[in-house]
């Protein structure tokens, strides 16, 4: 595990040059990669004019590309096959770029019944797959986030069951914030189903729902033990710092987040 990257997100970059500001920074820093997150809710562009040139001549690489807010098990067929489009075309941009981790959601079928969304999203996952496995590209998920069906242990569990293919992308707070579950028995339990994992940290405190997400390092969770529970599988992906919340998700914020979050992730990594 030596890899480290963070988030941009492709909303706020309107070419080349803006995402080459944070290819810079990441090489500055002596990060190794940058995530690109594409919201669908802001619209998509897949413009490889926009993407590639910003990492000509620089040793950072593109460590994943994220695609959200796609509900990939529609029950309507035209929405579904609309979905499709756009992710071949999500696919083909990720390996045109050299990148080989590619996630987004599992989406949802019936929020009713989780064994239809199971049968639903096993089909479209194999179908995605395969065509990611001919271009080099491991896939992953998110788990609990809107427009997923995902959103407890119990599902995970049977989903694991009947996908075995299926990988994870983690986020602890979201497995708190979306599922309701405790990060670390997520983990204890299927560490080794993780393919990628993101990095941002919460404070809770009082039983009225205060809550912040300061820097990596200054909340409540114990990375010492994240990341020792993936030493303990050997995951060998990246550890993706996301700026996060109402303070660091500001573009003018963000940098600061990367840089002292770097300082405390690195002393659990070998780089």
Same mark, same amino acid.
């Given at each position: ?108 079928y019936d929020p009713e019944d989780p064994d239809k969304n199971i049968a639903e999203f096993k089909k479209e996952y194999l179908y995605y797959k395969d065509i990611a496995d001919k271009k080099g590209i491991k896939l992953a998920c998110y788990l609990g986030h809107g427009g997923n069906f995902v959103h407890s242990r119990e599902i995970l569990d049977k989903l694991l069951k ?11 707070? #979201?497995?708190?914030? +979306?599922?309701?579950? $405790?990060? *670390?028995? @997520? ?7 993780? %393919? ?31 990341? #020792?529970?993936?030493? +303990?599988?050997?995951? $060998?992906? *990246?550890? @993706? ?7 660091? %998700? ?22």
């Amino acid at each position: 595990m030596k890899k480290l990257g963070f988030i941009v997100e492709m909303k706020d970059c309107k070419d080349a040059a803006d995402l080459r500001r944070w290819v810079d920074l990441a090489q500055q820093q002596g990060i190794d990669g940058v995530e690109l997150l594409f919201n669908s809710k802001c619209g998509v562009d897949f413009t490889l004019d926009k993407i590639k040139p910003a990492f000509e001549n620089t040793p950072v690489e593109p460590a994943a590309c994220g695609l959200w807010w796609l509900n990939t098990i529609s029950p309507d067929p035209d929405e579904r096959a609309a979905v499709r489009r756009t992710m071949l075309e999500f696919l083909d941009m990720a390996e045109a770029i050299g990148c080989r981790m590619a996630f987004f959601n599992t989406g949802e079928y019936d929020p009713e019944d989780p064994d239809k969304n199971i049968a639903e999203f096993k089909k479209e996952y194999l179908y995605y797959k395969d065509i990611a496995d001919k271009k080099g590209i491991k896939l992953a998920c998110y788990l609990g986030h809107g427009g997923n069906f995902v959103h407890s242990r119990e599902i995970l569990d049977k989903l694991l069951k009947e996908v075995p293919e299926f990988n994870i992308k983690l986020d602890p707070v #979201g497995i708190m914030r +979306n599922m309701k579950d $405790d990060p *670390y028995e @997520i983990m204890k339990r299927y560490a080794n189903r993780i %393919a990628h994992f993101h990095a941002k940290d919460i404070f809770r405190y009082g039983d009225d729902g205060w809550e912040i997400e300061p820097i990596v390092g200054m909340g409540q969770l114990k990375w010492n033990v994240m990341l #020792g529970m993936l030493w +303990n599988v050997g995951y $060998d992906g *990246y550890i @993706i710092i996301e700026p996060h919340g109402d303070v660091w %998700a500001e573009p003018e914020n963000r940098w600061k987040h990367i840089v002292l979050a770097k300082r405390h992730l690195e002393q659990y990594m070998i780089r």
